[in-house]
């Protein structure tokens, strides 16, 4: 008989065109959906199917035109497929002083992906730069589907790689194991991004197989980012009578025995069971001898103290402790709501005037006073206002809207519904970058529980004010940081700013009245409703009210995620709060507000944190990343980093930003490589006030800041490139490795390079081939003599 | 509403953009991004103003005047914002104005033109702009070293265009009998000499209405370069002088010349070069006076790639000459080009980059035609076309695009427009 199956089976092409249709009927075709549908698409079909789109083309309002400009406007969207998993390594500015560029070509190599590539031949991974994971105090981080790993290491690629194999082994085996008693006591555990990507979640998984092995019936709390990045995986334990001991930077290995010294198992035989496993496990295993419960509480705790004195929480308050999406710990614990509360009981216009009063500023970066723009959106008129809050936090180098958006979202709803009722708004929308899926959810589900309590909808808290709000996803565009160009990626157009004025708080959101806050801004809303203007005008200076959260990154010993009051000076953040540089290593300078911002030198570190006085200085506060650099960074690198990175997020509208940018870099290049002559510092000069002084938006505006800072800071390092000379040794184009006698031919540095470049001579003095050699550095780091050592390239042309 | 524009008062009407303010009131301002009332997206900042009190350079073409704004659109700091802005565009344009053979041609001949017009037949046409350019082009083509035959595109992918022969054709072809003699203007102006500079003043002045007398020595017709006349056939340069001759041109022996006062002017050229086309060239300036000069964009060497494309070109290329037209269709009208002249642009400083191809072109329709090499993506074809012209990416890569599918949706008119070469109507 024959074989009917093919008949039924359906064709593949069908199946796709089928899906394709649900998701158009589930989405929607409208012009202004776009950004959704795609989004929806990518996430099915792992990329952006050329039937799919034919398919849209078809039956929606979508066309070619707009369909070609917006998916390629935006980097989240593929249009070809990638292998089975993504390898993402992360790129930002945190990530790129600890050398990222060499991690991601050892990728490369370890994977043997050929030149021009970026999926193995297998089809198993694809390799991809992307800007910013938003991990800066663990760099360098990488991350694999959903697993991120830090402090990766250019030589430990092969391990990262094998990990994640095994994990993808072991998934399948994963169980839960749940048991029922008497609840013995609490372990706080912080699961923000950076702690999933130093491992909580490996710690979660333990704490839950081990509590129930040892038949210990702990209640294991997630809460949000801890903030002490560099100290994570960090466990708060709270026994039975409350009192709190804190683990910082523990190990799933050491869980066990931290259970146990807390806490007794229930049941004999259990017990016994269980002093047996432990008697074992420290026969077997030589790491408990060095156990964390063994040491002193100081010791373990005394440097998150530290890092934590000199810091306020407001946008922050109840950090280590507020369980993410306990809405009801939000409202007893932190008093969440009561702000929203009070505002409700007095009118619209007391609550303008309390902001105004406070002196709160933007926090996305221009620092433009959050009351005045209330007010001009209170005073405008039309059918429906939006408040849309600007979570589209793309600074490579920056993670604070990501995490408050992940620790702390009924503050930032809070702030939007008591920004709403100020001016009038009826409609929100969260913008929040497809980038921090983690936020989006926890966006979502909170979201949805302020509804289930009231305190979104029809007549929120028996008052006569209505408010609704949706999440968008933000498909990866820096520029859409900006408001105007924001509005068009909602309205599903390219990410293209426009003229102001009109501004959007008069004509925004479908031209009518919308007034766009950042979600560290409206964070800080409740703060000033509840404790009334005159208290946290008293924080801070003259003209900078309050507290700004700064990513505490690059070369500093203690990272981290820190809330301080406006007026601390650089210095006492790096010195008293991060322990100072790292490795001993003396400070050259911070770089501040990212791409938009610039690079104060030590010099001028006494400078209060103040958004005039970093304007005055050639930086901005920007969006407040923080990266201290040492003297082993190269200015004029840190320089062009910044710059590849706006000429690549650069909208492509204006000339002076679109071509200025690029024009600016090739010069950076040209001088990092040593080909340069003086003019070329000129006219690179030149060109990037230009594009200063005639790019038509904010990205334009500020692009050139780094540049013209460390010009102006720093032009000795410009010169010296110019006479060949890159001294912190990072130009790569000016240096080489060097064997030195130290050397005793332990052949550690020939098995560590990736390319054959050092001959396996045992014994014998090694030698580098610079031919062959890629500057990976990984001999250098694996030599326990310190017998590899970069050295100039070329002679001092000036000498 | 009453605005100041360098320091003068000047009436706002409503509606109105600073750009169209200023020009209706003689402040010239450029523009390239803006075209009338065409839907547009400020840009390129070429029509940069700065606002007094602010001092902060706006694009006039969309901003709106308000009461008492003050403006200045002719400082320094302007006109070198605008400066940089299209040295920035012309570093990312890869086009040649004029096509390497008429830059290459020390007569300045406009050979892709003549090509054009003698492919579609127009021989007299031809004709006409090879003589008005060379005056004696055929004894010219025996003389010159040719090099706009070495230097033709399509000789980077095979055989050049037989320039020469096409001209030589050409000048084979004139009917004496059909030259006419143009009205005079009752002027009369001695030439001395009857070398190439010589003639080409005589002809060019004669051209303008001039009566027009030529004193050479010892009464015969002599180029300068005796030596080299032997490479001319027999016949050639008669026929080329008889053509002088019949636009009235009278040539006299240099003893019998009259007073000086008799005439309006007495020209005596000075050569200096020996150059017979260069000669001509400047016997055209003595008579007309200096051609302004031009900003010229020229392609650097071709890529790979791009001689790929020239080949493909070359093969399909059907006008009888085998010319690729290589000069720019918008080469008279391109506002890139005009402004580039008008701010004293030589070439860009900044290095250009081999980004897009030059030489690519999309075919719209029969007769619009799409160069994306030459585009500055201004926008105005993608926000006037609907699901037409797209842009695509974004950032220094960011491109117009016209997918093979839109290009039915595309108006003619749009090629109005652009305003550089790189949308167009090709005849």
């Not at chain 1, 991601?104 to 994971?133: H, M, N, P």
């Not at chain 1, 507290?547 to 301080?564: D, M, P, W, Y």
């Not at chain 2, 020009?23 to 065409?38: E, K």
């Not at chain 2, 406009?110 to 082009?137: C, F, H, Q, S, W």
Request: aromatic letters at 6%; glycine letters at 10%; a neutral charge.
């Amino acid at each position: 008989m024959n074989c009917r199956c093919d008949s039924r089976a359906e064709n593949p092409d069908d199946s796709l065109l089928r899906r394709t249709d649900g998701i158009i009927a589930n989405v929607g075709g409208k012009r202004d959906t776009i950004i959704p549908l795609l989004q929806a698409l990518q996430t099915e079909f792992g990329y952006l199917p050329r039937e799919a789109i034919e398919r849209v083309y078809e039956s929606t309002e979508i066309d070619r035109a707009q369909l070609i400009s917006v998916s390629t406007f935006y980097s989240q969207f593929r249009h070809v497929p990638l292998g089975k998993y993504l390898i993402k390594v992360c790129t930002g500015t945190a990530c790129h002083v600890k050398g990222a560029g060499n991690v991601y070509e050892a990728f490369l190599r370890q994977l043997d992906i050929k030149e021009g590539a970026t999926t193995t031949s297998d089809r198993l991974f694809s390799v991809e730069k992307i800007a910013c994971l938003g991990c800066c105090t663990l760099a360098p981080v990488v991350q694999i589907e959903e697993k991120i790993y830090g402090r990766v290491l250019p030589g430990r690629v092969d391990e990262v790689v094998a990990d994640f194999l095994e994990m993808q082994e072991n998934r399948k085996k994963d169980e839960e194991v749940r048991s029922a008693g008497r609840i013995a006591g609490e372990i706080r555990l912080g699961m923000g991004s950076c702690c999933m990507a130093s491992g909580s979640a490996d710690i979660y998984r333990e704490l839950k197989t081990a509590s129930a092995q040892l038949g210990i019936d702990i209640r294991i709390k997630p809460v949000g980012c801890v903030g002490v990045c560099n100290k994570v995986p960090l466990i708060d334990v709270v026994d039975a009578d409350g009192k709190i001991a804190r683990y910082p930077n523990v190990k799933a290995i050491e869980i066990k025995e931290i259970l146990h010294h807390h806490f007794s198992p229930s049941g004999l035989l259990r017990r016994l069971g269980n002093r047996i496993w432990g008697y074992i496990d420290t026969l077997h295993t030589d790491l408990t001898w060095d156990n964390v419960v063994w040491k002193p509480e100081g010791e373990r705790t005394g440097l998150i103290n530290r890092f934590l004195h000199n810091q306020r929480h407001i946008s922050t308050e109840g950090y280590g402790v507020l369980t993410p999406l306990n809405i009801d710990e939000y409202s007893s614990l932190g008093g969440g709501f009561e702000a929203l509360g009070m505002a409700l009981s007095t009118t619209p216009s007391h609550v303008v005037e309390t902001v105004k009063a406070s002196g709160l500023r933007g926090r996305g970066g221009g620092g433009f006073p959050t009351g005045r723009k209330w007010e001009i959106v209170a005073s405008a008129t039309g059918e429906h206002k939006y408040v849309i809050c600007n979570g589209d936090e793309g600074d490579p180098g920056a993670f604070m809207d990501r995490m408050m958006l992940e620790s702390y979202p009924f503050r930032v709803i809070e702030g939007m519904l008591i920004a709403a009722y100020a001016v009038g708004a009826d409609r929100g929308i969260f913008y929040i970058r497809a980038e921090y899926p983690l936020a989006v959810t926890r966006i979502r589900t909170a979201i949805a529980l302020c509804r289930e309590k009231g305190w979104i909808g029809e007549g929120i808290a028996g008052s006569g004010f209505s408010f609704e709000v949706s999440v968008f996803e933000g498909a990866g565009a820096f520029v859409c940081g900006e408001e105007t160009a924001l509005i068009a990626s909602i309205e599903g157009n390219r990410g293209f700013p426009r003229q102001r004025p009109p501004y959007p708080a008069v004509k925004g959101l479908k031209g009518l009245p919308t007034l766009v806050n950042n979600v560290e801004t409206l964070s800080q809303v409740a703060c000033i409703v509840k404790h009334g203007a005159e208290h946290y005008a008293s924080i801070g200076t003259e003209r900078s009210k309050g507290t700004k959260v700064f990513a505490l990154a690059g070369k500093i010993r203690h990272g981290g995620l820190i809330e301080v009051d406006m007026g601390i000076t650089l210095r006492q953040i790096i010195e008293e709060i991060g322990g100072g540089v790292e490795k001993g290593q003396k400070l050259k300078a911070v770089q501040i507000g990212g791409p938009s911002g610039g690079c104060i030198p030590a010099a001028l570190c006494d400078m209060p944190v103040d958004f005039d006085a970093f304007t005055l200085l050639g930086a901005m506060m920007g969006s407040g990343g923080l990266v201290v650099l040492s003297e082993a960074d190269c200015m004029v690198d840190v320089a062009r980093y910044f710059l590849s990175f706006t000429c690549e997020q650069s909208c492509g509208k204006c000339t002076s930003c679109r071509v200025g940018t690029q024009r600016m870099l090739d010069l950076l290049n040209k001088i990092c490589s040593g080909k340069a002559q003086m003019s070329d510092i000129d006219l690179l000069e030149e060109l990037a006030l230009h594009v200063r002084r005639s790019s038509l938006c904010a990205l334009g505006k500020t692009a050139p800041n780094p540049v013209l800072t460390t010009l102006k800071y720093f032009r000795h390092e410009y010169e010296e490139h110019v006479r060949g000379i890159c001294s912190a040794g990072v130009c790569k184009e000016l240096i080489r490795y060097e064997v030195t006698e130290g050397c005793i031919g332990c052949t550690k540095c020939a098995k560590a390079c990736p390319v054959e470049a050092i001959p396996y001579t045992p014994y014998r003095v090694h030698t580098i081939d610079t031919e062959r050699c890629v500057l990976c550095g990984l001999c250098a780091e694996e030599c326990t003599y310190e017998a590899i050592q970069k050295v100039a390239l070329y002679a001092d042309r000036n000498q | 509403m009453q605005i100041v524009i360098n320091n003068r008062k000047v009436h706002a009407m409503e509606g109105e953009t600073l750009l169209e303010t200023a020009r209706r009131c003689g402040f010239p301002i450029p523009s390239l991004c803006w075209s009338g009332q065409a839907i547009h997206r400020s840009s390129c900042m070429v029509c940069a103003v700065r606002d007094c009190r602010t001092g902060q350079l706006i694009p006039s073409c969309t901003t709106l005047p308000t009461e008492g704004m003050e403006l200045d659109s002719e400082s320094n700091e302007v006109v070198s914002t605008r400066t940089l802005s299209l040295e920035l565009l012309l570093s990312n344009h890869r086009a040649d104005c004029e096509a390497p053979c008429r830059t290459a041609c020390p007569g300045n001949m406009d050979v892709a033109g003549m090509n054009r017009l003698y492919d579609r037949g127009k021989t007299d046409e031809a004709l006409g702009l090879l003589r008005d350019t060379l005056v004696i082009p055929a004894t010219l083509c025996y003389l010159c070293q040719a090099p706009c035959e070495k230097i033709c595109r399509r000789r980077e992918v095979g055989d050049t265009v037989p320039i020469r022969e096409i001209k030589k054709t050409l000048v084979e072809a004139t009917d004496l009998d059909r030259i006419g003699n143009p009205p005079g203007n009752g002027l009369r102006i001695a030439v001395r000499g009857s070398g190439p500079m010589s003639l080409s003043a005589a002809y060019h002045l004669r051209k303008q209405g001039y009566e027009v007398h030529v004193f050479e020595p010892e009464g015969a017709i002599l180029l300068p370069h005796i030596a080299s006349l032997g490479k001319v056939p027999a016949g050639v340069l008669e026929l080329e002088i008889e053509v002088i001759r019949r636009l009235g041109v009278e040539f006299f022996p240099s003893h019998g010349m009259p007073e000086a006062a008799t005439y309006h002017r007495v020209i005596t050229p000075e050569a200096k070069t020996k150059q017979p086309a260069r000669l001509v060239l400047e016997g055209r300036r003595l008579a007309l006076g200096e051609d302004p000069k031009a900003f010229q964009s020229s392609c650097s060497r071709f890529s790979e790639a791009e001689k790929k494309t020239l080949a493909h070109t070359a093969a399909t290329a059907n006008g009888k000459s085998g010319c690729l037209y290589c000069d720019c269709e918008a080469k008279t009208s391109c506002l890139l080009r005009r402004y580039a002249t008008e701010y004293g642009i030589r070439t860009s400083r900044y290095p250009k980059t081999s980004a897009q191809e030059a030489f690519r072109c999309q075919r719209v329709s029969a007769s619009v035609c799409f160069e994306p090499a030459k585009c500055i993506r201004c926008g105005l074809c993608v926000y006037n076309s609907a699901n037409g012209f797209t842009f695509r990416d974004r950032g220094f890569a960011m491109q117009v695009v016209l997918p093979e599918e839109n290009a039915p949706h595309i108006p003619e008119d749009l090629c109005q427009l652009c305003p550089t070469g790189a949308l167009y109507r090709r005849e």
